[in-house]
């Protein structure tokens, strides 16, 4: 037991880590579902007959589905808590996860094997949605008031860590050598969706078995109830000039990110001297720095009680990181910079979920919608920014793709999100909360 201010009236409890294990777990799962083909995407081309782009769509259409389903997912979870959506969305994995591992043994035609893929690529991805929104509804249940950042820091870090394993997991799980024979590949990749099925399904029977929606006693102060029907919230938030922006900062920050990690490759390799697996580990870079820094920043964040300073630096840091990246062509820059990039950037996930709790026209009544709300934004962000990089494309007069416009691209829009920062978006932290107290109490 705890208390607060000295009164015994909220109790912390120390199951809420098992809670969070539980929910991080089903967090990485479906990670690992996602990313099943995209590190073996040119293996599984060939084996399926299909072009690079059809490929490319079984990573893209995952994202795709917080655009449809993110603002009624987070609804969801306001309405039933987060164990009902996380859990059906965790079940509707699990069934379309084994559906994928035993389409190769009933079916010949590589063609058709791919439309189901891409089919259940796309209901995995609408049911991830609903796994997703509740990254920071578990912890507003669970955590203390003072602890939530942490607790919302932690289950993003699990989110990130999915992606992060999933590639090097699946190139070793599929053990697919070069030039390798369609009897070959066809093993390995049948290898790595039968074994992603399993861990998704005993994820699942875990998380529905032992997670519980709410501690014996709050932990923190809970506002009243609010049902709002999805269009109806969406409508309030868009109201809100602070909602609007974090909008903005999700649609360019996650957009940013997507665009690096899918284009690392031709990037990396414009230079000379530096092939594809050495990309490979340069958008792992990013990724692993993303995920030390959702486990620290947070918690920093919460000890110093101020938000919008990392932001700022979400912004200013990844600008000249991506140039370094971009135009230097050096393996221990290109690695220092990835992990300074990721370690700053993709923290800025957390500090907008909390911002979002925190603002009196959401708080965390509304946090699941408001979650679920943004997450679409920034999938939004992920599919057309990587698409744009595309239009400043070059060549060299050897043919090699050049992307260093599409990076000066990138940059403008980290500017442009810094600037959106300091100009629409107000401190929400418990610093800014408690000198607003004080000015009223003053005042009174």
Not at 113 to 125: D, F, P, R, S
Not at 183 to 204: E, K, Y
Request: charged share 15%.
């Amino acid at each position: 037991m705890e208390n607060v201010s000295g009164v015994e009236e909220y109790q912390q409890y120390g199951y809420r880590w098992v809670v969070l294990l539980l929910y991080g777990v089903i967090l990485i799962a479906q990670a690992l579902l996602w990313v099943s083909f995209a590190p073996i995407e040119t293996d599984v081309e060939g084996l399926l007959g299909v072009s690079s782009f059809a490929i490319r769509a079984l990573a893209l259409v995952g994202p795709l589905m917080f655009v449809f389903f993110g603002s009624y997912a987070g609804d969801l979870a306001d309405r039933r808590g987060f164990k009902f959506a996380a859990g059906l969305g965790a079940i509707i994995c699990s069934v379309f996860g084994i559906i994928r591992a035993i389409v190769p043994h009933v079916i010949d035609s590589g063609t058709a094997q791919y439309w189901i893929y891409l089919v259940c690529q796309a209901i995995i991805g609408a049911a991830a949605v609903f796994i997703v929104t509740n990254m920071s509804k578990m912890p507003i249940k669970w955590f203390r008031e003072k602890d939530r950042a942490l607790g919302i820091g932690l289950a993003t870090m699990c989110f990130y860590l999915g992606t992060a394993l999933g590639f090097p997991l699946v190139t070793g799980i599929a053990g697919i050598p070069e030039s390798a024979a369609a009897s070959v590949i066809s093993a390995g990749l049948n290898r790595v969706l039968l074994i992603f099925a399993i861990v998704m399904a005993v994820a699942t029977v875990l998380f529905i078995l032992l997670a519980r929606e709410d501690p014996p006693t709050p932990s923190g102060l809970l506002p009243e109830e609010v049902k709002l029907g999805t269009l109806e919230a969406l409508r309030r938030f868009m109201r809100s000039r602070v909602f609007r922006a974090l909008c903005v900062v999700s649609l360019l920050g996650y957009g940013i990110y997507m665009g690096l990690i899918v284009t690392m490759e031709k990037i990396i390799t414009f230079h000379g001297g530096l092939d594809k697996d050495f990309a490979s580990f340069v958008a792992m870079g990013i990724t692993i720095g993303g995920i030390v820094g959702a486990a620290i920043i947070p918690g920093v964040s919460e000890k110093i009680g101020l938000r919008k300073p990392f932001l700022i630096l979400a912004g200013l840091i990844p600008i000249p990181m991506m140039f370094f990246i971009g135009f230097m062509g050096s393996k221990p820059l290109d690695i220092i910079s990835a992990v300074l990039l990721g370690f700053f950037l993709l923290p800025a996930l957390p500090v907008t979920f909390t911002i979002a709790g925190e603002m009196e026209e959401i708080g965390p009544r509304l946090a699941g919608a408001a979650v679920g709300t943004l997450m679409a934004i920034g999938s939004i962000g992920s599919v057309v920014i990587p698409a744009l990089m595309e239009v400043f494309k070059t060549e060299t007069a050897a043919g090699v793709p050049d992307y260093r416009w599409a990076i000066l691209f990138l940059i403008a829009l980290g500017v442009v999100a810094v600037t959106v920062v300091i100009t629409a978006i107000k401190e929400t932290g418990p610093r800014a909360r408690g000198q607003v107290a004080q000015q009223e109490d003053e005042t009174a």
